[in-house]
């Protein structure tokens, strides 16, 4: 432009010289005019060269006194047409600053606004904006705001870059300082928010332009709605339908086809009806889009009669076939595995002289890969080459159809069909043949595409990787795994918090927790923010591994994140804190998450109704199964089997029988689990009778008690002094190939003892000795007391001996009855050692003990031990006479 400028100005000149040679006084006036604007030019030209001078000082060096000096050199008071031309040539935005600020002094007065606005596009385009808040400030303070062109650079350069929040935040900031951002910036954010669903962002800049006296449109209208809708808000979209109407605007057919397609989306198909049947009220008549819309509404909601009447209708004497309507049509009927109608359809096209295109094939073929109707969807594939040419979506669609089938042969057969037809597989072709590869266990299979990628070709991208990545840590080879994520960050691709998701998950599951923790480490200094799924799983990882603490702390570092903890969170958060013995947490976490409003899901209320359930809360679980009902969420087997635990520990066994029935009747699975638990509260209240009948029962349902079950019953059996009967279902319990384990001996020789069969209770001692089972305290104690009461006092001393020596810790119950046993054998000596270290251990001597001990010791005439016997018996009988009286 200047140098056109400069050429048309010199034609002038040499003319007006050559006309000056007249001596018409007109033309001597066109010369000096003339000559005036030669010197405007001349003078452009010196502020274009003392620009390029400056900028030459700038960017000599860092900013310094030496700049400054050889700018003062150069300028003492620089003009602002030189200011502006410095800011708008700099790309440099901290040198545009400094010299912003060094020209500020040299002047002494504000900028300009074109000054300012030269700084605000600076800083849009080189996408820095640490210092764009001062400058706002600084403006407001000067009386003058952003232009609009200074305004829409701005939100577009954060647009750009995907950082819509900061375009969100730039716009609230001009707000703040009172300023009036321009249309277009509204407009441009709006939009872009509208691609990633952020509607609450664009509500508040929709109501900000009405505040601001723009006129909004029907189109804004419609792109708001849009985005309600889609995120199955129906009454914020609803509320902003009805503000466009109270606006005096008048829907067009394009918003009726959005609300007819968004609302059918999410599930909202009679609302979508009804704006179908309003627009024809209105006096609008349906487009294509708006029959294709709701054609393919009804067929999503299994409507499929309503939809072949509406296509019907559309096809009323049109001469032109809908190929787009026909398409949604055969997805339609292909969905709901109606194929011979679907053909049908496709002939009927051909009749009304459409050739049905690659597409119509291609939606066949996929509903024909959910129905698993493999060599059928081959056949077609060979059909429809007499009308289109399959494309690379279509070669995609049986690729992944034959992988899901595990006929990798045919798989790797229609890719080289791909490549003879001129097509190469590209990076979707190989993530699908991976990630099915993977999910069908054949992990080598998968490791060997992946490796004989062609990356000039076709490049890995993320998706492969995680694919690969993840199929890999499940199935144990977390090594193999992660070396792939060492190789996907030296391909420079940016793992995302799903890879990082399978890496911690599968770190854990392997044993591998400090390694699961390091991954979580490195991910944070790489810069890759963690998601809410992310914190969850690792939250879980690190529960299940006993760090409750940890869990905990995760917990609150999802809130620290920015995040809110969801139903998910919640669950893991008190599904293990009950496993860890804090289950009386539940009730306080329960409320915590509904004044959130969490929606609670099946999962969810399972999780909660257990922790009622284990902390004693019976009828709270009772009334949150009801309420689950109530929702809409069908119990499962989980959540009658905590609800029947809970009220068989608290003797409510009519209760928990009548659920059983229910669950019954509702046709759930029952599990040997809760059979169980009617078991154990059916036995521990004596109920021994229909203990046997609810056995009877789950082995007639094709179940097999396990040990837990059998023991359930032995203890009951044993409490009500059944003993025999007990040793018949041992037999029993064997004979089913059940193995016993010390819990099941422990009761055995309980009640054989309690009953004086000490012979028959060491037999089963020994017998468990045999099976390498480790006796605990409670069958130590059992057995010495037992040996000790049928005057096998030096067995029952060398037992007790042999259990120290072994590392148990004996109770007060099993040095009373050792201390007893050798008492009445008459060795009164051994046993006040026993006293003395019972009393040092500072365990209750038995006011019985003490008699026995004292009398032994009287008759072995050890008088000074009987003495201390004596007193410590007399301080035992004054407590417990002082604990009556109390």
């Given amino acids: 432009i200047s140098l056109c400028i400069r050429t048309t100005c010199c034609q002038i000149f040499n003319t007006c010289k050559s006309l000056s040679s007249l001596s018409d006084g007109s033309s001597s006036e066109l010369y000096k005019k003339s000559a005036i604007f030669e010197g405007k030019i001349n003078s452009i030209e010196g502020v274009r060269k003392e620009v390029d001078d400056v900028c030459c000082i700038l960017e000599s060096g860092p900013w310094g006194s030496a700049i400054e000096n050889a700018l003062s050199s150069l300028n003492e008071k620089p003009q602002p047409g030189l200011i502006i031309g410095v800011l708008r040539k700099l790309k440099d935005v901290n040198l545009a600053i400094n010299y912003f600020r060094w020209t500020e002094k040299k002047t002494d007065q504000a900028h300009c606004p074109e000054a300012y606005n030269s700084l605000l596009i600076l800083m849009a385009r080189n996408k820095k904006f640490d210092c764009l808040e001062q400058v706002l400030e600084e403006m407001s303070m000067v009386g003058f705001g952003p232009s609009s062109n200074a305004c829409i650079e701005l939100v577009v350069s954060c647009v ?201 094939y291609n939606c066949i073929l996929t509903c024909l890969g959910k129905k698993g109707k493999v060599q059928e969807a081959l056949r077609i594939f060979e059909d429809m080459k007499k009308d289109a040419v399959p494309n690379l979506p279509t070669y995609n669609i049986l690729i992944d159809m034959l992988c899901k089938d595990g006929n990798l042969e045919d798989a790797l057969r229609i890719q080289g069909a791909m490549k003879e037809a001129g097509l190469y597989p590209n990076v979707i072709t190989v993530n699908i043949m991976i990630d099915r590869l993977c999910k069908a266990q054949k992990l080598d299979e998968a490791v060997s595409i992946f490796e004989g990628m062609d990356h000039k070709v076709c490049c890995p991208n993320e998706v492969t990787f995680c694919s690969l990545i993840d199929g890999l840590g499940k199935h144990g080879r977390v090594n193999d795994a992660y070396r792939l994520y060492e190789k996907m960050l030296d391909s420079d691709k940016i793992p995302n918090a799903v890879v990082y998701t399978s890496l911690i998950r599968n770190f854990f599951k392997c044993g591998r927790k400090e390694d699961g923790h390091k991954i979580y480490k490195e991910m944070l200094r790489s810069g890759c923010a963690p998601d809410l799924m992310l914190l969850n799983t690792y939250m879980d990882c690190v529960f299940k591994a006993g760090e409750i603490e940890k869990g905990r702390a995760l917990f609150e570092e999802i809130k620290a994140q920015g995040f809110i903890p969801d139903v998910q969170s919640y669950s893991i958060l008190i599904h293990c804190l009950v496993k860890a013995g804090f289950a009386h947490e539940t009730y306080q976490l329960f409320h915590a998450m509904k004044e959130q409003g969490c929606i609670l899901d099946t999962r969810a209320y399972n999780t909660v109704i257990d922790g009622f359930c284990k ?120 004979d089913m190939n059940c193995p016993p384990n010390h819990i099941t001996y422990s009761i055995l020789i309980n009640g054989l003892c309690k009953i004086r069969k000490f012979n028959k209770a060491f037999v089963l001692w020994q017998e468990m000795e045999k099976q390498w089972l480790k006796p605990n ?110």
């Fill in 615 to 734: 902390s004693g809360k019976v009828n709270k679980a009772y009334q949150l199964l009801e309420e689950m009902k109530s929702k809409g969420h069908q119990p499962t087997v989980v959540t009658y089997g905590s609800v029947i635990d809970g009220l068989s520990k608290i003797d409510r066994l009519d209760e928990a029988y009548m659920l059983l029935e229910e669950a019954k009747s509702q046709g759930i699975e029952l599990n040997l689990v809760i059979y169980s638990s009617l078991i154990d509260g059916f036995g521990k209240v004596g109920r021994i009778d229909e203990a046997y009948l609810i056995l009877e029962e789950l082995m007639q349902k094709g179940l097999t008690p396990n040990t837990y079950t059998w023991n359930c019953l032995l203890d009951a059996l044993v409490k009500a002094e059944e003993v025999d009967e007990a040793l018949v279902c041992f037999k029993s319990m064997k």
């Fill in 160 to 360: 750009k870059s995907q950082k819509l929040r900061e375009a969100f935040d730039i716009i609230q900031m001009m707000r703040k300082f009172k300023f009036r951002p321009a249309f277009s910036a509204y407009t441009t954010l709006i939009g872009a928010l509208s691609a990633v669903f952020e509607s609450d962002l664009m509500l508040t800049l929709f109501h900000q332009m009405q505040e601001l006296g723009y006129e909004v449109s029907v189109h804004l209208f419609t792109t708001l709605i849009r985005v309600f809708a889609k995120e199955g808000r129906v009454d914020a979209a609803l509320n902003l339908l009805d503000e466009m109407r109270s606006n005096c605007f008048e829907a067009d057919v394009v918003l009726y086809n959005v609300c007819i397609d968004c609302f059918g989306k999410v599930g909202k198909v009679d609302m979508a009806w009804k704006f179908f049947h309003e627009m024809k009220a209105q006096g609008l008549v349906p487009d294509d889009v708006t029959f294709t819309s709701m054609v393919g509404v009804l067929c999503k909601s299994n409507r499929l009669q309503e939809a072949i009447e509406l296509f019907e209708l559309m096809e009323q004497d049109r001469k032109v076939p809908c190929a787009y309507a026909y398409n949604t049509m055969i997805m339609g009927y292909g969905s709901a595995g109606k194929f011979d109608e679907a053909y049908g359809l496709l002939e009927r096209q051909k009749a009304k002289g459409s050739i049905p295109s690659v597409i119509s």
């Fill in 777 to 886: 305290t409670i069958t130590y104690t059992t057995m010495i007391s037992g040996l000790a009461k049928a005057g096998n006092v030096a067995e029952a001393h060398g037992l007790f001996e042999r259990f120290k020596a072994n590392g148990g810790i004996p109770d007060s119950a099993c040095y009373n009855a050792i201390i007893e046993g050798l008492s009445n054998a008459n060795r009164a000596t051994d046993a006040y050692k026993l006293f003395e270290e019972t009393r040092r251990k500072g365990f209750n001597i038995h006011t019985k003990t003490c008699v026995v001990l004292l009398d032994a010791l009287h008759k072995a005439e050890c008088l000074e031990q009987a003495a201390i016997v004596g007193a410590v018996l007399k301080e035992t009988a004054k407590s417990q006479h002082a604990s009556k009286y109390w």
